[in-house]
């Protein structure tokens, strides 16, 4: 690697809020916030909107999605109703 062309490779702090939920790990990612963590050191700290604590692939929870509203647009769009052949 080129000296001097690369963002500086450091710890991170990542905090999933609606989970409350965080860990730590390296990132080229910056932040002016920063949090104080379990080891007693200060890590810039990036909130993100979902993380493997609030997905629902790795959670085994499912989302409600409106199935009915899926089923009758596509009847209508193709024309085929309940209990016709």
Do not use: C
């Not at 905090?15 to 810039?44: I, K």
């Amino acid at each position: 690697m080129k000296p001097g062309i690369h963002p500086e490779y450091r710890p991170v702090v990542f905090r999933d809020r609606a989970a409350d939920f965080a860990f730590l790990t390296r990132s080229t990612a910056t932040s002016d916030r920063t949090v104080e963590w379990e080891d007693g050191n200060t890590y810039p700290v990036i909130d993100v909107e979902i993380s493997s604590a609030s997905h629902p692939f790795y959670t085994g929870t499912q989302r409600v999605l409106d199935t009915a509203g899926r089923v009758e647009r596509f009847e209508r769009r193709y024309g085929l109703g309940r209990g016709r052949q």
